[in-house]
């Protein structure tokens, strides 16, 4: 035969694996900077109507916030501070662990002065325990803003011309919540009853108990921090079946905050800081 034959240039093969391997590098790096970065920092105000409309009085406005797990007074303090005054409560409620470190105590009175002059009810989590805080410094902080701790014990606060009544439970994962005060719950009014880990509720110390709390509030969850489409990877000892939001038990409607901070790791997926406003 006669002539030259043209030869085609070889095709490098497409490393397929190393393609792949390459996009699942990039989607974990862009999951870890999301859940570091952006959700922590993702602040969401949810609203609960919980009021009788047919009701002539005025309603009652209570926010929560759980888990804040202060360090510093930083831009996510900032917006939660921000976001609690701008709802006008007439309560707010930290419902535990709210500092994890005897050194934050400071971060904490920045945080409470930031919220003004609203008065404030707090109760323990199980990291005021563990941190060694001491509770009369704890104590004397909220008091110094308008607060009052309550371990084991109930306030009253007066609300235009209606009353609601706050029964602050100790800590289950940590402390000795006293199930008799249950007991003291008024018949008229609203009532809140709080209490840091919410597997109490359904715990078999309660479990022939009977109330007549209109709401009752808890955290210590996180919502699970990092979930997977919602599903928890894991909760915390103590959170008994209860993940977030709301839920029922003998007692009364429990709502469990997915809180604010986070705890161990420095990361949220799937579970947006929350700051909840009731209306009662």
Same mark, same amino acid.
């Given at each position: 035969?006669?002539? !030259?034959?043209?030869?085609? $240039? ?5 490393? !397929?694996? *190393?393609? @792949?391997? &390459? ?16 959700? =922590? ?6 609203? %609960? ?20 797990? @202060?360090?510093?007074? +930083? +831009?996510?303090? *900032? ?14 409620? @930290? ?6 470190? $005897? ?8 945080? #409470?002065?930031? @919220? ?10 199980? /990291? ?6 001491? #509770?009369?410094?704890? *104590?004397?902080?909220?008091?110094? %803003? %308008?607060? !009052? ?26 402390? *000795? ?21 919410? &597997? /109490?509720?359904?715990? $078999?110390?309660?479990? %022939?108990?009977?109330?007549?709390? !209109? ?14 489409? +919602? /599903?928890?990877?894991?909760?915390? $000892? ?6 977030? +939001? ?14 604010? &901070?986070?705890?161990? #790791? =420095? ?14």
């Amino acid at each position: 035969m006669s002539g !030259t034959q043209r030869r085609l $240039p070889l095709r490098r093969p497409i490393r !397929t694996p *190393r393609v @792949l391997a &390459g996009v699942a590098l990039a989607f974990v790096l862009a999951c870890i900077g999301y859940a570091g970065w952006v959700e =922590p920092a993702w602040l969401e105000i949810t609203l %609960h109507e919980r009021a009788d409309p047919t009701a002539a009085e005025s309603p009652i406005r209570v926010v929560q916030l759980s888990d804040l797990h @202060l360090q510093r007074m +930083g +831009g996510i303090e *900032r917006a939660v501070a921000a976001a609690v005054l701008a709802q006008t409560p007439d309560l707010v409620v @930290l419902s535990g662990d709210v500092i994890d470190d $005897p050194q934050a105590l400071p971060e904490l009175e920045m945080f #409470l002065r930031a @919220l003004g002059d609203v008065p404030k009810v707090a109760v323990l989590g199980n /990291w005021e325990y563990w941190s060694g805080v001491a #509770l009369p410094t704890l *104590r004397q902080a909220y008091e110094q %803003h %308008h607060g !009052t701790l309550l371990i084991n014990a109930s306030a009253l606060y007066t609300v235009g011309s209606r009353t609601l009544w706050v029964l602050g439970l100790d800590d289950f994962t940590a402390g *000795r919540p006293d199930a008799r005060l249950l007991d003291a719950l008024p018949s008229v009014g609203p009532t809140l009853v709080v209490q840091h880990s919410p &597997g /109490w509720f359904s715990s $078999p110390e309660i479990a %022939h108990q009977s109330a007549n709390a !209109t709401l009752c509030l808890a955290g210590h969850t996180h919502g699970g921090q990092v979930t997977l489409f +919602g /599903w928890p990877l894991v909760t915390p $000892p103590g959170s008994g079946e209860f993940v977030q +939001g709301f839920a029922d038990s003998a007692l009364c409607p429990i709502f469990v905050s997915r809180g604010i &901070g986070t705890s161990l #790791l =420095p990361l949220r997926f799937g579970a947006r800081p929350e700051v909840a406003v009731f209306t009662l």
